[in-house]
């Protein structure tokens, strides 16, 4: 008994740790930044030389800061090893510690997957967006600016990192790699190459790459839909096939037995 109760104290902390993992510390990390960004700066991009330092502190304060998936994994294999005790415990301690640490660090943070379905859903709009401002005749890199500052969020970031590259000379493939890591932004990529390419008007690509995406997107919530709804009957399954099994095949096969024997 002492042994299964130490097994799943352990078991307990490596899940809260996970836990800790899945949320993420980035607001507060982001309040932090916040608090020692001057006026008017913005805390991801310092540019005094006192932002140099907070990132260099930043990055020390997460150097000395322990590895918490490494601990989690750590506390599953000696949960493992102290159920499962003696020789076979010490032995399938380590792989079960590495393969907890690997599952563990495939698991997506929320602010990332929050970030990547925020891009997923701005993209479309940035592009009808995109091909407005090429229509009225403005160049590429100013009307990735423009486009950049009426949008909000991630990948206005990005847009704008676009631009920047873009009034430095950057080739095409160069400066649209900031948004390499968006869904669907690889066909925006390969239109904007192939406009440069081929000099083909950039801004009717634009247009119907935004329908595309946004039929993408409707077709995705539709089939959302269907996979919620074929999950929801599982459980329902679940619940009433013992329930059928106990009130209706069990009396019926008691009964068979009884005036068998």
Known sequence: MPRAA????LVVVAVLLAAMVAAGRRPLRRLRALRRAPVGA????????GGAEDGA????????????IRVAAGLGGVAVAVVVGGWPGAVA?????????RLLRRIEPPAAR?????????????????????????????SIQAVAEALDGP???????????LRLGGGPAEA??????????????????????SGAALAGALTRLADDLRADRSTAAEAA???????????????????????????VIVAVLGDVL
Do not use: K, Q, Y
Request: proline share 11%; net charge positive.
């Open 93 to 101: 301690a380590p792989p079960t510690a590495l393969l907890l640490d």
């Open 114 to 142: 929050n970030r990547r379905l925020r891009e997923a859903a701005d993209l479309p709009l940035a592009a009808d967006l995109l091909a407005a401002a090429m229509r009225a005749g403005a160049p590429v890199d100013r």
């Open 57 to 68: 502190t930043d990055a020390g304060r997460s150097r000395r800061r322990p590895d918490v």
């Open 6 to 9: 130490l097994a799943a104290g």
């Open 225 to 251: 839909a269907r996979r919620a709804g074929v999950l929801i009957v599982l459980p329902l399954g679940l619940c009433f096939l013992p329930a059928f099994i106990l009130a209706g095949l069990v009396p």
């Open 155 to 165: 990948l206005a970031e990005r847009l704008a990192r676009v631009g920047r590259l």
């Open 42 to 49: 913005h805390p991801a991009a310092p540019t005094a030389p």
């Open 176 to 197: 649209w790699a900031p948004l390499a890591a968006v869904p669907g932004a690889e066909r925006l990529t390969s239109a904007v190459l192939r406009s440069a390419n």
